[in-house]
């Protein structure tokens, strides 16, 4: 489906047994297709812009926490950070798409579920969103992010997996 494993070495930090993590194969987007592609019709430079990563399916019979998420190749011209996890719960009806920087001020943004593991149960729908913010330095933010990247743990075993979405700030590639 949309989940395309990367293998990330990471010497010395104890994360598993082997002290490295692992190609993921547990999670899917929750039905968003192949890819989606999500951009602007302006863009600002020095204004931030948040794009929504791929609902996340736990496809596996084991549960995971997700402990990292991170947007895949930005281009130089991006800088990216911070992260929010929300629960739409908490906002009720905004989920996928792309927002500008008046969306970290929505009520239900204050409520943020990255400062800790989330925790997705076996073969279940994630009820929390991650969102990362962007924001170009040069006008236009030329380029693309790839995806996003989450980082999470079954068991012992720390896993990198992503899932594949095609974010721009560049507006000549808005739809």
């Known amino acids: 489906m949309l989940a395309a494993g990367a293998v990330m070495v990471v010497a010395g930090l104890g994360i598993g047994a082997s002290g490295a993590e692992a190609a993921g194969q547990a999670l899917a987007g929750g ?8 951009g602007f019709r302006q863009v600002t430079v020095g204004k931030g812009y948040w794009f929504t990563c791929p ?17 895949i190749g930005p281009p130089a011209v991006w800088k990216t950070g911070p992260v929010r996890a929300v629960s739409l719960t908490d906002v009720g009806v905004l ?9 970290a001020k929505e009520p239900g943004m204050n409520k943020d579920y990255s400062t ?24 236009p933010g030329t380029g693309r992010a790839e995806g996003c990247r989450f980082t999470y743990r079954s068991g012992q075993r720390v896993y990198v997996e992503d899932l594949e979405a095609d974010f721009s700030l560049d507006p000549k590639d808005a739809s």
């Open 31 to 38: 039905g968003e297709g192949a890819a989606y592609s999500l």
């Open 116 to 139: 800790k593991p989330v925790r997705i149960a076996p073969g279940e729908l994630s009820p929390i969103h991650y969102y990362l913010r962007a924001e170009p330095t040069t006008a």
């Open 95 to 103: 989920g996928l798409g792309a927002y500008d920087e008046t969306f």
């Open 55 to 71: 609902t996340l399916e736990n496809t596996s019979s084991a549960p995971i926490e997700v402990i990292d998420v991170e947007l």
